[in-house]
């Protein structure tokens, strides 16, 4: 079914969702603060919106993407919008707090439009394409009635739960997940810089050790998820012995004088968990030691 969707917003990514949309043939009104980058849509198809309220008028679904939670009030939190949007579907794609999301899931019930929360998993070039990740929280009655303009957007559009702040949740683990990565390839970086080792042999070596690093995050992740902290016959690796070789790495950047804040802050970790006794245990003993309680 064709449908009539204003988007928000077309910085790089808002742009990458009304080309999507425009492709998959719905109709698209796309407004913009600055809008000269709105107009570059129009020769796609997009009608071109003056007004944020002129924007909100022309269709039944509104997607948000602008750079904040913030810049979304800015433009979406005033009596005109409140009473427009009355009956329509917000879809907020902007990044945020699972917070956030559930405080705006929240507001734009009171003014009787339904709201769903998405955080997108992917840069602009993979909008539309079947590799396109965007999680999506709040009604499954809102999602499923507008499940063929979500594959529009991306062939990997999840529905994740109910609740609002589900997928910004999910984002945010996520992005834990890849900062451990990019920080650490920071880290390796200077490492080899200051060890004079070529980087194009750290990306070599890499290559052959990210399955190894992948097989233990999801062992790590399964670990956790049914309590097995204590070593057992299938145990990858104990606290014990990656705490050995993280000493080599605290010693080798204090002498080369690498920046160790960040990894002061694991050395904390490891310390807390062998204060409780634990050093001998699985490393996925380490995640009890990172909660409030720890
Ligand atoms: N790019 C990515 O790879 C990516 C991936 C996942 C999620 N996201 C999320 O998508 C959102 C947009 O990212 P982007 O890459 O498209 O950023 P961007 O190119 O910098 O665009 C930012 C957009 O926000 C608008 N904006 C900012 N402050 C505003 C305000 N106070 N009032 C009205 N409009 C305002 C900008 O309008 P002007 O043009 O007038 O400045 C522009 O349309 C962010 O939440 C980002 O985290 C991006």
Redesign the pocket.
């Known amino acids: 079914m064709k449908r009539s969707i204003t988007v928000l917003?077309?910085?790089?990514?808002?742009s990458a969702l009304a080309r999507a949309l425009l492709h998959a043939g719905h109709r698209t009104t796309v407004w913009?603060?600055?809008i000269q980058?709105a107009e570059p849509l129009a020769a796609l198809g997009a009608t071109v919106a003056p007004s944020v309220l002129e924007a909100v008028n022309a269709a039944e679904i509104i997607i948000v993407?602008?750079?904040?939670y913030?810049?979304t009030a800015?433009?979406m939190r005033n009596d005109a919008i409140a009473s427009a949007v009355r009956g329509k579907l917000i879809v907020e794609?902007?990044?945020g707090t699972p917070h956030g999301a559930r405080e705006a899931a929240e507001f734009w019930a009171e003014h009787g439009a339904s709201y769903l929360d998405g955080a997108?998993?992917?840069?602009?070039d993979f909008i539309g394409t079947d590799a396109g990740t965007i999680l999506v929280s709040g009604s499954s009655q809102a999602f499923d009635a507008n499940e063929d303009m979500f594959r529009a957007l991306g062939g990997n559009v999840q529905h994740i739960g109910e609740e609002s702040g589900r997928a910004n949740a999910l984002d945010s683990a996520l992005l834990a997940l890849m900062w451990g990565a990019l920080f650490g390839t920071l880290h390796a970086i200077a490492v080899c810089q200051a060890e004079e080792i070529d980087l194009g042999e750290l990306a070599q070596q890499w290559n052959a050790t990210a399955p190894v690093v992948e097989g233990l995050v999801a062992d790590l992740i399964k670990r956790t998820n049914a309590g097995r902290f204590a070593s057992d016959d299938e145990t990858l690796s104990s606290i014990s012995a990656h705490y050995g070789a993280f000493q080599h790495l605290l010693e080798l950047m204090e002498a080369r004088e690498i920046d160790r804040s960040v990894v002061l802050g694991y050395d904390a970790i490891f310390q807390r968990a062998i204060a409780a006794g634990q050093l001998h245990e699985d490393f996925a003993a380490l995640s009890q030691f990172l909660g409030k309680s720890a």
């Open positions: 917003g077309t910085g790089r990514m808002g913009n603060r600055t980058k993407n602008v750079s904040d913030q810049a800015a433009i794609l902007t990044s997108i998993m992917a840069t602009p």
